[in-house]
């Protein structure tokens, strides 16, 4: 029997014990949380929970019940303080705990902006949103920094509950990172048809307040009053661990196909991870993404030898749009815009699908998914006429 040790009780760390377990591992398993609370869902953060609509037991991934029924040891409110790899355990402080496999599930960080002030928020945790719930009241004044997913979502929540509300992104246009113009173009509209203010090409140049932040101030010299402000500068990989214990490190913690890092006991997977894809080193940061590779590390861990293949797919809801992306769109070259059921965006590398964004039309989605996911495509003025996605297939 193989004692294994999970560090990072995310979305990952919860879908690789629970795989280990279910494929038949019979020593062993402790999954170690650094938050007090039991592993839960992230994505609702800047969304429902944030709007009151889901509480946080609804949030949980799994019932407390189920850890002990698959002899699974959930210690939350832990932080690992360190790895000792020569003598193959994990510290907490004064506490040793031994493992003959590690899998390293750390998820990510929020990146925040630097200051001392108060009223100046991240949304990645339960404790960061539960910190600015109560300022959510109609006529507050918050300005959100960064124009990408979680800022947006951020906007779409604060514009819903009454509150006035100014996006900063320094970058030329919101979504520059993650999305088409295109689709950042269809973004702007629905947010500036809920009053929210979005200035692009706006970088921010430092806070200003008395002990909490008033306002912020922009390298060009404007000043904008708040009454709190919110960082959606993205998120970073959490690697200190990992980096502190000498493993290979590149846009995250380094693994081969099959989730092992450079020490051959040690694993990783999720947001924290970075693999081989098309020749270069590739994260994803998403749900699907962390349940996939983490379900694949479990197998490989007890013997599947078998490489991972992303199926990059996210979401993002906004006002009453979801969001659904399949594929990535890097590289492309053109982009085909379709409305049928809602509007599609469609990318393209030299007239090869990479890619799909599609708002309120799941039905673009599932065509856009399918197409990818089995190398095929049709031709972009395919795509521009056919009278139904359907016909695509």
């Excluded at 921010?204 to 009454?227: K, M, N, Q, Y």
């Excluded at 983490?294 to 991972?308: C, I, K, R, S």
Aim: include cysteine; hydrophobic fraction near 50%.
């Amino acid at each position: 029997m193989n004692d294994i040790v999970v560090v990072g009780a995310g979305q990952a760390g919860v879908a690789l014990a629970a795989k280990l377990r279910a494929l038949g591992a019979t020593g062993r398993i402790t999954l170690i949380g650094e938050e007090p609370v039991a592993p839960y869902q992230r994505p609702p953060l800047s969304k429902a929970y944030l709007l009151g609509e889901m509480d946080v037991d609804r949030l949980t991934l799994r019932a407390d019940s189920f850890y002990a029924d698959q002899n699974i040891e959930l210690r939350t409110g832990c932080r690992v303080t360190g790895i000792d790899r020569n003598a193959r355990c994990v510290r907490m402080g004064a506490k040793v705990l031994p493992y003959d496999m590690l899998a390293l599930t750390t998820g990510s960080v929020a990146r925040r902006l630097p200051t001392d002030l108060a009223g100046v928020f991240t949304v990645r945790t339960v404790a960061d949103v539960d910190a600015m719930r109560a300022r959510f009241v109609p006529g507050a004044r918050v300005v959100i920094v960064g124009g990408g997913f979680i800022g947006l979502e951020a906007a779409a929540v604060a514009a819903k509950l009454g509150l006035e509300v100014t996006v900063l992104e320094a970058a030329p246009r919101i979504l520059s990172r993650v999305a088409s113009a295109e689709t950042a173009d269809f973004f702007r509209d629905l947010h500036h048809a809920h009053g929210v203010t979005l200035l692009e090409g706006a970088a921010l140049a430092g806070l200003e307040g008395e002990g909490t932040v008033s306002a912020v101030r922009l390298t060009d010299g404007r000043i904008i009053p708040c009454d709190f402000v919110i960082a959606g500068i993205g998120i970073a990989p959490a690697t200190a661990l990992a980096e502190a214990a000498g493993l290979a490190l590149d846009n995250g913690i380094a693994v081969d196909a099959r989730g092992r890092t450079s020490d051959g006991a040690i694993w990783a997977a999720g947001d924290c991870a970075s693999f081989l894809h098309g020749g270069e080193r590739l994260r994803l940061e998403s749900v699907p993404h962390a349940i996939d590779h983490a379900e694949t590390v479990a197998a490989n861990m007890l013997g599947a030898a078998q490489d991972y293949v992303p199926k990059p797919w996210f979401w993002s809801d906004q006002y009453d749009v979801k969001l659904q992306i399949a594929g990535l769109h890097r590289g492309h070259d053109r982009v085909v815009v379709r409305r049928e059921a809602g509007t599609s965006f469609w990318y393209f590398a030299a007239g090869r699908l990479l890619a799909v964004d599609a708002a309120n039309d799941p039905r673009a989605y599932m065509v856009g998914k399918r197409l990818i996911e089995a190398n095929r495509s049709p031709a972009p003025e395919a795509v521009a006429s056919a009278a139904t996605v359907k016909d695509l297939l």
